[in-house]
């Protein structure tokens, strides 16, 4: 295909704007699937992305388009992925494409993702075509949203396209803007190949799969191509494209997005970003801006269970295969025994992962408090990375410690600001930037991603009621003022509830924590102190007292179904508890022990 009749593009929008409806719609009308096979968002995959409406891996899907004007056209459609643990992946698919649809729901207008994903489009010197959506509700309000894309993008929204991606109303001219208001792609044919990987992902058939956008030069079945990130060389034994299923090809030209497989073994050995040529006469110079996404919150997975470790690894082996910014190694807990300490892109993969292993494999998992990377800077002149609050040197090795910061960007409606500044506040937050957009505020914060990890999004939510919209990226670190805190549970340290806080919140943390487990533990037939402390100094204390009477006096006398009943119940409990030192503690403790309320 000539690069003149070639269209890339992606659609940017917030999570439920009807991104994936839209995306079906065009599948659909441009006849690349028949009707009688199409079933809802053909591009989001696993179960887990339909159930949250999230979209991890990047898809794509190559569309015919026959104009008004009588031309074939060739549309690749890159379904971004929308959510901000995957920011760098969005960052690199959009470099694959030249113009984006922004989707706004009419009834709902901005949020925040809407910004985070424009800007990443931006970025990338998009074209834009804005997009209203879901104009069969009668709460759709398409001039008042029209100009409030303008006033807070900043972007000409007066010809933007009426779409109900639900009736198909306004699909034929979201084709027509894609060809007529969007940029064809430029390459030169006879340059030296030079392809960007935009994703790539492990099939248990194929192998490795590749996903590419060509930029210059020609790709070809049984070419030797080198990946310029680590030099490696591998022949393509499989080329084609997405219709959406597998089109085999006998070569792919500049402008055009489309698959190889060269039996690579691990998606390891694949970083979105890098840059593919051939083998012999390639390119010289890589494109520019990559990098290796790198986990940035880590925690603790061990299993319930303890004879279910091997189970446990097995599971995380076979997932990390295909996620290549997902990184473990294995973590032995004096309270939890074996597990493995796993990093993350951010709290939302980290709650993907966790669940596809409990629901998957079928392992219960105990979660320790997610922690962030701390920059040890020791008295040695030595820089550490931090991963773990269970590895935290003494401190009188240590110089100062660098921690993670985020710009934050919060979209709430006038009534709750009150509350999110608060919040932001409580979570030592700095604030950068207050504006209006109708009635509704946008904040943005720089705040340490410690204080985000746990629970940020959660009292976000509650506080608003579920109106706020957030959306995140990381600034870079600094320094301040942060120690290590341990519990103590019967004089035994629980090394699963240490962590890094600020110092002038560690006595606040360390209160809060000891309250709560004191009603989280049950009582034994001992007294147990419960403690918080910094080095060897306690800065907390409660007791729980002893148990007095067996549970079953209560019962008294005759019931017998009723006594077993009650024993049986304990029993239950009992499984999901673990033992530390003499004291039992159940795991709901672990995780809300950490909250704040
Ligand atoms: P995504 O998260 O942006 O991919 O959004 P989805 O495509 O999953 O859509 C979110 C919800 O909005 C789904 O329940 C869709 O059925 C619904 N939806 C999408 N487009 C329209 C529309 O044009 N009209 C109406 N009424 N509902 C829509
Ligand atoms: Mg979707």
């Known amino acids: 295909t000539p690069l003149s009749h070639i269209r890339n593009f992606s ?46 891996k990047a898809q794509t899907v190559r569309l015919d388009y026959v104009a008004d004007n009588g031309e074939h056209y060739v549309l690749n459609l890159i379904d971004t992925p929308g959510h901000v643990d995957f920011a ?68 000409d929204a007066s010809q933007a396209i009426r779409v109900s991606a639900k009736t198909g109303v306004g699909i ?164 939890l025994g074996f597990g493995f300490r796993c990093g993350f892109l951010g709290l939302l993969h980290l709650e993907v992962i966790r669940d596809r292993i409990e629901r998957e494999y079928n392992i219960e998992l105990i979660t320790t408090a997610p922690s962030v990377v701390y920059h040890l800077y020791m008295k040695d002149g030595d820089v550490r990375d931090l991963h773990n609050p269970a590895d935290m040197p003494d401190l009188t090795l240590v110089d100062h410690i660098e921690e993670p910061r985020i710009k934050a960007t919060i979209l709430v409606p006038d009534e709750y600001l009150g509350d999110v500044l608060k919040l932001c506040q409580d979570r030592r937050g700095v604030q950068m930037d207050l504006t209006y957009a109708g009635s509704r505020a946008m904040v943005v914060y720089d705040l340490p991603l410690n204080e985000v990890v746990f629970d940020f999004y959660d009292r976000l939510k509650s506080v608003t009621k579920g109106y706020a919209s957030f959306d995140y990226n990381l600034t870079g670190y600094q320094e301040d003022s942060l120690v290590k805190m341990s519990v103590l549970v019967n004089d035994e340290p629980v090394d699963a509830l240490s962590m890094m806080v600020h110092r002038d919140r560690a006595e606040m943390r360390g209160r809060a924590m000891v309250e709560k487990l004191k009603d989280l533990i049950p009582r034994h037939m001992f007294k147990i102190p419960i403690q918080a402390a910094i080095g060897g100094k306690v800065i907390a204390r409660e007791t729980l007292s002893a148990l007095r009477k067996d549970v079953t006096a209560k019962c008294y006398g005759g019931d017998a179904t009723r006594k077993r009943k009650l024993l049986d119940k304990q029993k239950a409990g009992k499984k999901k508890m673990r033992q530390f030192g003499k004291v039992d503690i159940p795991q709901e403790a672990f995780i809300s022990a950490l909250k704040m309320d």
Not at 21 to 46: E, F, N
Not at 122 to 144: F, G, M, T, Y
Not at 304 to 329: C, Q
């Open 172 to 335: 034929k001219e979201t084709l027509e803007a894609v060809v007529h208001r969007l940029p064809a792609p430029k390459g030169d044919r006879d340059a030296p190949l030079k392809a960007m990987l935009v994703d790539s992902w492990y099939d248990s058939y194929l192998g490795v799969v590749v996903l590419v956008r060509i930029i210059d030069g020609v790709i070809r079945l049984k070419d030797r191509v080198r990946f310029m990130s680590n030099d490696t060389v591998h022949l393509i034994d499989r080329l084609g494209v997405f219709k959406p299923g597998m089109l085999p090809m006998e070569e792919l030209g500049p402008g055009e997005i489309g698959f190889f497989t060269a039996q690579i073994k691990e998606v390891r050995d694949t970083r979105v970003g890098d840059t593919i040529t051939s083998e012999r006469k390639g390119a010289t110079v890589a494109l520019p801006g990559f990098k290796p996404a790198q986990p940035v919150v880590f925690c603790g997975l061990f299993p319930v269970d303890s004879s279910e470790f091997e189970d446990l690894r097995s599971a995380i082996d076979k997932l990390a295969l295909n996620d290549a910014s997902f990184s473990f190694e294995m973590e032995t807990s004096a309270a």
């Open 11 to 56: 659609i940017v929008a917030h999570i439920d704007h009807g991104k994936s409806t839209l995306a079906d719609r065009l599948i659909q009308s441009t006849g690349t699937v028949a009707d009688r096979d199409m079933k809802a968002q053909m591009l989001d995959s696993m179960d887990i992305e339909r159930e949250r409406g999230i979209t991890i």
């Open 88 to 155: 760098y992946e969005v960052s690199r698919s959009m470099r694959a494409v030249e113009g984006s649809l922004l989707v706004v729901d009419s009834t709902q207008g901005v949020e925040a993702q809407t910004l985070a994903n424009v800007y990443h489009a931006l970025d990338a010197d998009h074209e834009i075509v804005p997009v209203l959506n879901k104009i069969d509700l009668p709460a759709s309000e398409c001039d008042r949203i029209a100009t409030q894309i303008e006033d807070v993008i900043g972007i």
